[in-house]
């Protein structure tokens, strides 16, 4: 059974549930329906959250089972708060250098000569 409530494909904005309906009997239920922000995360975000409860918030647990560095483990978590609202780029911590240069390099976006170079000038 899908969670997921997809945007409009046309204009992007947030679909909504009008029709509600027992699997079992039938029934039908119609009118506007509210649904939690968490039900409009993608399949992949929900589990990405539900393993962050599992590990009680242990970042270096879910490392370990996803087997992903501390950074890409953070901007999972920070990209989720930010599809739920919760935070904006301005609430952000203020990235360092260095943060910016490793997201980078596993982004593949800049190569290790580069980002040696990028730390000399500073």
């Known amino acids: 059974m899908p969670y997921y409530i997809p945007k409009c494909p046309i204009c992007g904005k947030e679909m909504t549930i009008k029709k509600l309906e027992c699997p079992e009997c039938k029934i039908t239920i119609e009118g506007d329906f509210w ?3 968490l039900a409009s995360l993608p399949p992949e975000e929900l589990e990405f959250l539900e393993l962050f409860l599992k ?3 242990n970042v270096k ?5 996803l087997k992903l ?3 890409t483990v953070r901007s999972r978590l920070d990209n989720i708060l930010r599809n739920l609202g919760l935070i904006t780029e301005e609430e952000e911590e ?3 250098k260095v943060k910016w240069i490793i997201e980078k390099l596993e982004k593949g976006e800049i190569s290790v000569q580069e980002a040696l170079r990028i730390l000399e000038e500073e």
């Open 69 to 71: 560095s501390y950074p």
């Open 61 to 65: 647990e879910m490392e370990r089972i």
């Open 55 to 57: 590990t009680r918030g």
């Open 35 to 37: 649904v939690n922000k």
């Open 94 to 96: 203020p990235k360092t």
